[in-house]
């Protein structure tokens, strides 16, 4: 695969290791804790499929910079038995036999090694974690700007959500629940070629549409909700990351325009995502904008900058903009090489904090809610008593909440939506 010989090679050079050497585990199989024979779906770890694009158990990457940035790189691969063809079907994957690791490492005797992904067992090995946590701080790195074949690999996950967004979409109605929301999604994904959901589908009715991270259950639908879905179809590890939230019936005004202030929110965030934006700017502005919506819909006092600064946004909007998205959920994401992580408190839930480049895809989620947890404590009440208009706030605390989510790809000029597909129709 021509590609994956440019990303080792890119990786090569990014790592820039003379004498270490490398190795990264694929992982191993995990047995169900029933002892039924069985084990818990195998995915490898993504640190080694980037490298061998292998659903390998018990695989090794391994690289010695010595031989070249290319031709450095081997792939070892365990032998398939006999029992794993005949109960699994298995086939031999490409690669180096697995028994020749421990040849390969003691022809190279006394050099360092570092290792990252899932552990490497082997007798003796001793690796650097200093020097291989610091290794793989610039592998993250390295690979958080998307090459062509990835970037084509999200469009496909994009267009498998989209065709899943729209079943589910023709589903909706008062009475449906959100476990029967979430098949329909999800079969809407596989019949478009999405091998699995890429995270835990979320499906949220009422004001369960407040509650961040929601495992779809049997509450159905009922007329003028909110109904709040977050998925996204995975195609070879790859995904979309996309949230709509819809109105069952008829929206009432208020709704209409909490959702009015996410939408704009969402859309300039998105036209913030250029080479060179700071995230947490971006972050920051949308606070503001969403704010200054509180405020003149009565529900927030005082000026959205002050307010943003006093960190009371986080009341209504308690979590970061987005993320990095791709090869996993949250694919790279973290702090730029050398940048601790913010300590302000209103910034605690902030996943990504560099200035974006060109090639990375990036999801844009603003979202305003109204979380009892939140909004009921004593000590929030006392600390922004001033802040927020709490009669107005009360009788809103069952509605539940409005996220809008895209996924962005940053190009050397404007950014591009690559979930455009899938509509953000007014309640």
């Known amino acids: 695969m021509p590609y994956l010989d440019e990303r080792r090679a890119r990786v090569a050079r990014a790592l820039d290791l003379h ?39 018990g695989g090794v990457v391994a690289l010695d910079p010595r031989d070249g940035e290319t031709s450095g790189w081997i792939s070892f691969v365990p032998e398939v038995t ?40 082997r007798a003796g090995l001793a690796a650097d974690a200093a020097a291989s946590a610091a290794a793989r701080t610039r592998f ?37 629940t959100e476990r029967a929301l979430q098949v329909e999604l999800e079969c809407g994904f596989a ?47 790859y995904m979309a990351d996309v949230t709509r939230t819809y109105v069952v019936g008829q929206a009432t005004p208020f709704q209409r325009d909490l959702y009015a202030i996410v939408l704009s929110t969402e859309q300039n965030a998105i036209a913030r995502c250029v080479a060179g934006a700071e995230w947490k700017a971006v972050h920051l502005a949308a606070a503001v904008e969403m704010v200054d919506g509180l405020v003149q819909l009565g529900l927030m006092r005082g000026s959205a900058e002050s307010l943003v600064e006093q960190e009371a946004h986080t009341l209504f909007f308690p979590h970061g903009l ?20 913010d300590p302000r408190a209103g910034l605690r839930s902030l996943r990504l904090d560099l200035p974006l480049q060109p090639g990375y895809v990036v999801t844009v989620e603003p979202g ?32 539940g909440g409005v996220r809008i989510e895209d996924n962005v790809l940053v190009t050397t000029g404007a950014p591009e939506i690559l979930t455009s597909a899938i509509p953000k129709p007014a309640p």
């Open 368 to 399: 305003l809610y109204f979380i009892p947890a939140l909004l009921n404590d004593p000590a929030r009440r006392q600390r922004f008593h001033d802040c927020v208009n709490w009669d107005a706030v009360t009788p809103h605390l069952a509605l």
């Open 82 to 121: 006999e029992a794993e063809r005949v109960w699994e079907g298995r086939e031999q994957p490409p690669g180096t036999p697995l028994a020749q690791l421990d040849e390969w490492l003691a022809s190279r005797a006394g050099r360092p090694v570092l290792t990252f992904g899932a552990p490497v067992p």
């Open 191 to 237: 019949r478009a070629g999405g091998r699995r959901p890429g995270y835990g589908t979320i499906v949220g009715t009422g004001p369960h549409a407040a509650i961040l991270h929601f495992d779809p259950s049997e509450r159905a639908a009922r007329d003028g909700e909110f109904v709040l879905v977050d998925a996204g179809a995975e195609i070879d590890r």
């Open 19 to 57: 004498d270490e050497l490398l190795l990264v585990g694929a992982g191993e199989p995990i047995p169900l804790p029933e002892n039924s024979d069985q084990t818990y779906p195998f995915r490898a770890h993504a640190d080694y499929y980037y490298l061998a694009a292998l659903e390998c158990p």
């Open 140 to 176: 993250v790195h390295a690979r958080r700007a998307k090459d062509s074949t990835e970037i084509a690999l999200i469009r496909r996950a994009a267009d498998a959500t989209a065709h899943g967004f729209s079943a589910l979409v023709a589903a909706l109605r008062p009475g449906v």
């Open 322 to 341: 987005g993320h990095l998205v791709g090869l996993g959920v949250r694919d790279g994401s973290g702090q730029a090489p050398g940048r601790a992580k």
